[in-house]
């Protein structure tokens, strides 16, 4: 009991929470990239590039129980042909550059943001830190980095 208690205590965490939430939606954008590789973006490039289908692009190391040639992938996968698939291959790759890219995208705005809340914090700290203090011997106003009084000319500890 003492095991299901802790790892509901871990489970229950902020950061554990928040890392469950990114992971769904990363495979959720995954798909979605997947989608946009495959169905919109190497469709024109393959047509550019002869009609090449980049999905069927594959290499046949060995023939499966049917001969040579296959007309798809899938048609030398169910034959048992041992192949090389460099078309998903490729696929995946440009998957992979636009997932780095968006990641980069949003990485750098984060960045961009802390930035600036961090510019802010420390001008309104400036702000709020008092620019003079009172002499101790003739309760005048004087520059906080003042060592020595401009009225009664007494000498100043530097820390008050």
């Known amino acids: 009991m003492k095991i299901l208690a802790e790892f ?3 489970a229950m965490r902020g950061n554990v929470l928040d890392m ?20 919109m973006i190497m469709p024109p490039i393959g047509l550019l590039l002869g ?3 980049f999905a069927n692009l594959f290499f046949v190391l060995k023939e499966g129980a049917t001969a040579a040639p296959y007309a798809s992938l899938s048609a030398a996968q169910e034959a048992g042909a ?3 698939n460099i078309g998903s291959f490729i696929n995946t790759i440009i998957s992979f550059i636009i997932v ?3 990641v980069f995208m949003l990485i750098k705005a984060m ?4 930035e600036k809340l961090d510019k802010s914090e420390k001008e309104a700290a400036k702000e709020a830190a008092p620019t003079t203090k009172k002499c101790p011997f003739c309760c005048s106003d004087i520059n ?3 060592v020595k009084c401009p009225q009664c000319t007494a000498d100043l500890d530097k820390k008050k």
Not at 20 to 39: H, P, T
């Open 8 to 10: 509901k205590k871990f």
């Open 20 to 39: 469950a939430v990114g992971i769904i939606i990363g495979a959720a954008f995954g798909k979605i990239v997947d989608s946009l590789v495959k169905d």
């Open 51 to 53: 009609k090449v289908d």
């Open 82 to 84: 041992v192949t090389i």
């Open 100 to 102: 780095a890219f968006a």
């Open 111 to 114: 960045n961009t943001v802390q």
């Open 144 to 146: 906080v980095d003042a």
